[in-house]
């Protein structure tokens, strides 16, 4: 797969403490075991002049409480709290000065961001994806951008989870509705 690179980013989705370190509120070792991949899809895009965007899953303590129905503590407990050590991107991974980061406060990195305009902005128009959880903020952030006309593509072997079957699950998902999964050997930067 041969990606204009004036006109790919790739975006990391939540490489945070509280997914990707033993320590962590949501720690998960799939989430872990996905570091090092993500790390080589980054530095792919860098070589090759792409754009690189991270996200990162940010709460408020206090976010959640006037909720109708919308309630990730109550689903998940306190996890990622506004300017904690979860809340950070893992240190194995170091965004760039000049890369977006985009702190979001849903599953999806589109919901009230500004990630869709500075997409626009810069001429973007596919998104190699990757990071975790799978079937939670990857699934969603890739499934908006497809509804918003990008080109969502998953790197298999690169997306962490909580359970094997949840990756399979959200690639194949992914691949039928709205995207395209390919492994990280296949993809190239032109």
């Not at 940010?58 to 050590?85: C, I, K, M, T």
């Not at 497809?146 to 989870?161: I, K, Q």
Request: net charge negative; proline share 4%.
């Amino acid at each position: 797969m041969k990606l204009d690179a004036d006109a790919a980013a790739v975006v990391v989705v939540d490489m945070q403490n509280g997914f990707c370190h033993p320590d962590g509120s949501l720690y998960a070792p799939g989430s872990e075991e996905a570091i090092e991949p993500v790390g080589q899809v980054v530095d792919r895009a860098r070589a090759a002049g792409a754009e690189v965007v991270w996200t990162r899953d940010v709460h408020p303590p206090e976010q959640f409480e006037d909720a109708h129905y919308y309630d990730e503590f109550d689903r998940w407990g306190e996890h990622v709290l506004e300017d904690s050590w979860e809340a950070e991107i893992v240190d194995e991974l170091d965004p760039a000065d000049d890369d977006l980061i985009v702190v979001k406060h849903t599953y999806d990195a589109f919901y009230e961001t500004q990630l869709e305009g500075w997409l626009d902005a810069h001429g973007i128009d596919d998104l190699v994806i990757c990071g975790t959880l799978a079937n939670v903020c990857v699934l969603h952030t890739a499934s908006s951008a497809g509804l918003r006309d990008f080109r969502p593509v998953l790197v298999e072997g690169a997306v962490g989870c909580i359970e094997d079957a949840h990756r399979e699950y959200a690639l194949e998902h992914a691949d039928f509705l709205f995207g395209e999964v390919t492994p990280f050997d296949e993809i190239e930067f032109a």
